[in-house]
């Protein structure tokens, strides 16, 4: 929760933070949302794509 926060914090929406946060077990996550997928990028191992 804690990881959320910190992104939520730096910029990403809160819920976009707490599936980024839930997906962390994935290597992909997909998403319409181009701002999400920008700002997520480097954040994690799981890359955030669209479908």
Known sequence: M???????????????ALHLAQSQNCSVMYTFDD?????????????VQQP
Do not use: Y
């Open 2 to 16: 804690a990881q959320v926060l910190q992104w939520h914090e730096d910029g990403l929406d809160f819920a976009d």
């Open 35 to 47: 701002k999400f997928m920008k700002k997520a990028r480097g954040l994690t191992e799981c890359e």
